[in-house]
């Protein structure tokens, strides 16, 4: 059953990054297929990775939120570079 749900959620997951076309849509698609993910490696009883996954997992999602809203401000803004790097 938990490899039926794990499956599920990764095609879910991967069905959602195809069809949404905002960038914040994708990237919590990207967690579901996350999810289903640590739900594989759980079935399979790799315990120590899933726990290291579940931690790490929603601080990278974090980062790269961040990442986005940053680069979506400097867009609107069109700064320009302060130096040339050659």
Same mark, same amino acid.
């Given at each position: 059953?938990? &490899?039926?749900?794990?499956? &599920?959620?990764?095609?879910?997951?991967?069905?959602g990054?195809i069809?949404?076309?905002?960038?914040?849509?994708?990237?919590i698609m &990207? +967690?579901?297929?996350?999810?289903? /993910?640590?739900?594989?490696?759980?079935? $399979? $009883? $790799?315990l120590?990775?899933?726990?290291?996954a579940?931690? +790490?997992?929603?601080? !990278?999602?974090?980062v790269?939120l961040?990442?986005y809203?940053? $680069?979506?401000?400097?867009?609107?803004?069109? !700064?320009?570079?302060?130096?040339? /790097?050659?």
């Open positions: 059953m938990i &490899l039926l749900i794990s499956a &599920l959620c990764c095609i879910v997951g991967s069905l990054v069809v949404h076309t905002d960038i914040i849509n994708k990237i &990207l +967690t579901l297929i996350e999810i289903g /993910i640590i739900g594989f490696i759980t079935y $399979y $009883y $790799y120590d990775v899933a726990i290291v579940a931690i +790490t997992e929603p601080i !990278v999602t974090i790269i961040i990442g809203m940053k $680069y979506k401000k400097l867009k609107e803004e069109k !700064v320009e570079p302060k130096a040339i /790097i050659p």
